[in-house]
């Protein structure tokens, strides 16, 4: 539940930047072809995270990966707030954050598949059906209400159908860089101290409940 809980509000603060994006390079930095460019960098970058993940979990815990990478998003996330009009500050701000995204997404998959044993040793049987479609759902779940959310900034701002970098008043942009990045670092700290506070099925602890369950499983069949 926690680390579900977890993931549902680091969620909402990444999808809220994710899907204002797009909007930033419009109404903001005032270039929307400089957009398929950050597209290219993301999926670069994804790819090489996705590579790194099994190097970076033999040197570093889940856990303090989950931490490093949130900091560098909340990093990210100053960077691109003082961007401005800077083609390359926002390209590279909007690329950093989306770097460590791969990586919290694998830790919260891998905690959420451990959760399975976890239930199995509480509960007295398995239920990787139930536990394994939790993460989707979140997805789904965070994905509808940022798109609300994205939606009625958007209205509320001004950056409407016909609206160009010069039709956004001050106040619009103002509130608009509130939404789109005071809000997700908000979220994602609140996100990192319930992970901090709450979820305690590290890879250690994992290992602890499966010599647990073997050890059951060797009495049951003596």
């Not at 005071?182 to 602890?208: D, M, Q, S």
Request: overall charge neutral; some cysteine; glycine content about 8%.
């Amino acid at each position: 539940m926690w680390i579900a809980f977890t993931y549902l509000i680091y969620g909402l603060g990444a999808n809220i930047v994710n899907n204002f994006n797009l909007h930033y390079f419009i109404y903001i930095l005032g270039d929307s072809t400089q957009f398929s460019f950050l597209g290219i960098i993301n999926v670069v970058i994804g790819l090489a995270a996705v590579a790194l993940f099994p190097t970076l979990t033999k040197k570093f815990s889940r856990r303090g990966l989950f931490f490093v990478s949130i900091s560098i998003m909340i990093i990210a996330l100053i960077f691109y707030a003082f961007a401005g009009k800077s083609v390359i500050m926002t390209l590279f701000a909007a690329g950093l954050f989306a770097l460590p995204q791969p990586l919290i997404f694998l830790v919260v998959l891998m905690t959420i598949t451990d959760t399975v044993e976890y239930g199995q040793l509480k509960l007295g049987h398995r239920d990787e059906a139930l536990v394994l479609c939790v993460r989707p759902l979140i997805d789904k779940l965070s994905g509808a209400i940022t798109s609300a959310m994205v939606g009625y900034t958007a209205v509320w701002v001004g950056m409407v159908s016909g609206a160009t970098v010069d039709s956004i008043s001050a106040d619009g942009v103002l509130h608009f860089k509130m939404i789109m990045f005071a809000a997700p670092v908000i979220l994602i700290i609140i996100a990192g101290l319930f992970y901090r506070a709450k979820v305690k099925l590290t890879e250690e602890e994992h290992e602890r409940i499966v010599k647990e369950l073997e050890a059951k499983w060797a009495e049951m069949n003596k």
